[in-house]
């Protein structure tokens, strides 16, 4: 389980065309990076996927489900979690509460003993736990924001930037976390523009620009050819 198919999606802000007969297939277990310029539709087809935003064509399949047109709470249930751009926790809340909030429907101790599980993952946090959300720093605020996406042990989890704003020992942590989470079956897409730090721990990725997916490859190759990943993305000179 943790199969996601998207097929032929088409997905328009009112008049304008974002994305374009858009097909991708990640199987379980396998991590995939989704790269492209700013602006290139990464974070929507995101949304599409989850059912934040309608499709206007085209199908949405987790675990070989129909889910096109699914309310985001219902895809949710089917073992999916997002980790939005740009690490948005609530400021109000502590660190405990912000955690507490994906697993809502656990006993009061098995809450307990799931964020200390999760928290072995970022030790940062431990001693951060009845401090304000709003009151960290941003490479803090993307580490709870993980930390809530896996505490509902996702089969399935759709990552928008998740290394923006952590530090290169963080990334590191991180890294070593997806491909031990993966060899469990965890299936991952990560959208990245720090292309480097994402391909190296991706099977295969797929590229957008111009609303279409302009390649498709294994990340090994890309890698190891700067040049063509520059075409895919539509630039000069890749950023690695
Ligand atoms: N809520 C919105 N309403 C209208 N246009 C939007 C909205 N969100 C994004 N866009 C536009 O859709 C395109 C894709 O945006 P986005 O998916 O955020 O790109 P990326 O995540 O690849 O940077 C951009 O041209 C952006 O300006
Ligand atoms: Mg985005």
């Given at each position: 389980?943790?199969?996601?198919?998207?097929?032929?999606?088409?997905?328009?802000?009112?008049?304008?065309?974002?994305?374009?007969?858009?097909?991708?297939?990640?199987?379980?277990?396998?991590?995939?990076?989704?790269?492209?310029?700013?602006?290139?539709?990464?974070?929507?087809?995101?949304?599409?996927?989850?059912?934040?935003?309608?499709?206007?064509?085209?199908?949405?399949?987790?675990?070989?489900?129909?889910?096109?047109?699914?309310?985001?709470?219902?895809?949710?249930?089917?073992?999916?979690?997002?980790?939005?751009?740009?690490?948005?926790?609530?400021?109000?809340?502590?660190?405990?509460?912000?955690?507490?909030?994906?697993?809502?429907?656990?006993?009061?101790?098995?809450?307990?003993?799931?964020?200390?599980?999760?928290?072995n993952f970022f030790p940062q946090l431990k001693?951060?736990?009845?401090?304000?959300?709003?009151?960290?720093s941003g490479g803090e605020r993307q580490m709870?924001?993980i930390a809530?996406?896996?505490?509902?042990?996702?089969?399935?989890?759709?990552?928008?930037?998740p290394f923006a704003a952590l530090m290169p020992k963080i990334v590191e942590q991180l890294k070593e976390l997806i491909i031990?989470?993966?060899?469990?079956?965890?299936?991952?897409?990560?959208?990245?523009?720090n292309?480097k730090q994402?391909?190296e721990i991706?099977?295969?990725?797929?590229?957008?620009?111009?609303?279409?997916?302009?390649?498709?490859?294994?990340?090994?190759?890309?890698?190891?050819?700067?040049?063509?990943?520059?075409?895919?993305?539509?630039?000069?000179?890749?950023?690695?």
């Amino acid at each position: 389980m943790g199969s996601l198919e998207v097929k032929n999606l088409d997905v328009y802000y009112g008049k304008h065309n974002v994305l374009n007969d858009i097909s991708l297939y990640l199987d379980s277990g396998e991590v995939v990076a989704l790269l492209g310029r700013n602006g290139a539709g990464k974070t929507t087809l995101i949304k599409a996927i989850i059912g934040l935003l309608k499709p206007a064509r085209g199908v949405i399949r987790i675990n070989g489900t129909d889910v096109t047109g699914w309310p985001p709470k219902k895809v949710l249930e089917l073992g999916v979690s997002v980790v939005p751009q740009g690490a948005r926790i609530f400021p109000n809340l502590t660190v405990f509460e912000n955690l507490k909030i994906s697993i809502l429907n656990s006993s009061e101790s098995k809450v307990e003993d799931k964020i200390e599980e999760v928290l072995n993952f970022f030790p940062q946090l431990k001693s951060r736990l009845n401090q304000k959300g709003g009151s960290l720093s941003g490479g803090e605020r993307q580490m709870v924001s993980i930390a809530r996406a896996l505490l509902r042990k996702p089969e399935i989890m759709l990552m928008d930037e998740p290394f923006a704003a952590l530090m290169p020992k963080i990334v590191e942590q991180l890294k070593e976390l997806i491909i031990s989470l993966s060899e469990q079956n965890v299936t991952f897409l990560i959208i990245e523009q720090n292309i480097k730090q994402v391909l190296e721990i991706s099977n295969r990725a797929y590229v957008l620009s111009g609303g279409k997916i302009s390649c498709e490859d294994s990340a090994e190759k890309l890698l190891n050819n700067p040049e063509e990943l520059a075409r895919c993305m539509g630039v000069h000179a890749p950023r690695m």
